[in-house]
T-cell receptor, first 113, second 112 residues
């Protein structure tokens, strides 16, 4: 069973600060997805990273896939209260099947005004 | 705009009751999934379906069953609800198990 470890589990910072959250595994994934889940809602896909070393930017959010495709990071610049939510990473195993998507337990992020 | 809907946002049931949770997607996706989400445990896959009338067990199928009679509809059934099934239940669909999953808003089920 492939495992994805997300850190930190909880993070509370002030508006305007920068932050980085991590998604790590000992396994190689063919791609990795990042989702954000707001309270009372289902997760929504933010980005998919596919190539080792790939960097994708989504406004103030920067996603990076590790060179070995075992880890990923999400960096938020100048965090805003609207960034509050649960950030989930999900690794895609090229083997497919339902086991093909492994979710981490998430990072709970709170941005205080 | 893609959409996954779930029959209820909040549900309160008594121990021993039979519970039906329904999920409908409008994207003509082959694959549909049922997860439960609990604090500290993350998302855990209960069952998934890759075609009409087809189902596969996920990581925690005990105490649950599913039904997929139509492509757009995937039902989760709790045959005899127990208090340890109190949870947030999320339905998702995807074009392929390797592609992004589209989630419904979730059903928060409380079993008393």
């Amino acid at each position: 069973t492939q495992l994805l470890e997300q850190s930190p589990q909880f993070l509370s910072i002030q508006e305007g600060e920068n932050l980085t959250v991590y998604c790590n595994s000992s396994s190689v994934f063919s791609s990795l997805q990042w989702y954000r889940q707001e309270p009372g809602e289902g997760p929504v896909l933010l980005v998919t990273v596919v190539t080792g070393g790939e960097v994708k930017k989504l406004k103030r959010l920067t996603f990076q896939f590790g060179d070995a495709r075992k880890d990923s990071s999400l960096h938020i610049t100048a965090a805003q209260p609207g960034d509050t939510g649960l950030y989930l990473c999900a690794g895609v195993d090229s083997g497919g099947g339902a086991d093909g998507l492994t979710f981490g337990k998430g990072t709970h992020l709170i941005i205080q005004p | 705009d893609v959409k996954v809907t779930q029959s209820s946002r909040y549900l309160v049931k008594r121990t021993g009751e039979k519970v039906f949770l329904e999920c409908v997607q409008d994207m003509d996706h082959e694959n549909m999934f049922w997860y439960r989400q609990d604090p500290g445990l993350g998302l855990r896959l209960i069952y998934f379906s890759y075609d009409v009338k087809m189902k596969e067990k996920g990581d925690i199928p005990e105490g649950y069953s599913v039904s997929r009679e139509k492509k757009e509809r995937f039902s989760l059934i709790l045959e005899s609800a127990s208090t340890n099934q109190t949870s947030m239940y999320l339905c998702a669909s995807s074009f392929s198990t390797l592609y992004e999953q589209y989630f419904g808003p979730g059903t928060r089920l409380t079993v008393t």
